[in-house]
């Protein structure tokens, strides 16, 4: 019901910013929350961060808090993800995700119905 497609992923130097962006397709009407999450080699899939689509509630992990800023453009059903002061930590794939039908716990990956092919981001030293 719902297509999503990741871009601004690439190769940045530690302490650089990189701006993510995922726009929305389809059934984009029934959209609560969407949200970002990174997978790393060898790790499980974790949350980064979310935004509530009515309200604009944010949440983000602890591991980028103070770091990203995810916000969302209610017009063009897209949601970005400003990540700043970067790390080789943050290296994963970026996966973005829709939720429906809410309310959902959005910091975890059950609350999505919804993902988008990721789009990489490297982080070098």
């Known amino acids: 019901q719902v297509q999503l497609v990741e871009s601004g992923g690439g190769l940045v130097q530690a302490g650089g910013s990189l701006r993510l962006s995922c726009a929305a397709s389809?059934?984009?009407?029934?959209?609560?929350?969407m949200g970002w999450f990174r997978q790393a080699p060898g790790k499980e899939r974790e949350f980064v961060a979310a935004?509530?689509?009515?309200?604009?509630?944010?949440y983000y992990a602890d591991s980028v808090k103070g770091r990203v800023t995810i916000s969302r453009d209610i017009g063009k059903n897209t949601v970005y993800l400003e990540m700043n002061s970067l790390k080789p930590e943050d290296t994963a794939v970026y996966y973005c995700?829709?939720?429906?039908?809410?309310?959902?716990?959005?910091?975890?990956?059950?609350?999505?119905?919804?993902w988008g092919q990721g789009t990489q981001v490297t982080v070098s030293s």
């Open positions: 995700a829709a939720g429906i039908s809410g309310p959902h716990v959005v910091t975890t990956t059950g609350g999505y119905a919804y």
């Open positions: 935004v509530r689509w009515s309200g604009g509630s944010v």
């Open positions: 389809g059934r984009t009407f029934s959209i609560y929350a």
